[in-house]
């Protein structure tokens, strides 16, 4: 059951990793968001570093806290997808 949503998470990010262009961060944005949805109290980066095989605190850190990004890619994608439902 487990491996269910984490399927569904993957397959709906799709079109917004394409939006983040970096390779490393289209790699820690699913260990990040499955971090904020999965289980666990604690959401801060530490303790969902610890509960993850696919996202070591300083990778996960550094995907949090790298510079500025480019925000209108995803919010094209997001606009995009509310179009559609």
Not at 8 to 19: I, M, S
Not at 33 to 49: N, V, W, Y
Not at 51 to 69: E, T
Not at 75 to 85: F, H, K, M, N, V
Request: contains cysteine.
């Amino acid at each position: 059951m487990e491996e269910d949503w984490q399927a569904d998470l993957e397959q709906w990010l799709v079109p917004y990793l394409e939006g983040l262009g970096n390779k490393t961060r289209r790699k820690m944005c699913p260990a990040f968001i499955e971090g904020l949805i999965g289980p666990g109290d604690r959401k801060s980066i530490q303790p969902m570093a610890m509960r993850s095989d696919a996202a070591p605190y300083d990778r996960l850190h550094h995907f949090i806290g790298a510079g500025l990004w480019d925000k209108a890619p995803l919010e094209a994608t997001w606009r995009d997808r509310r179009t559609l439902d």
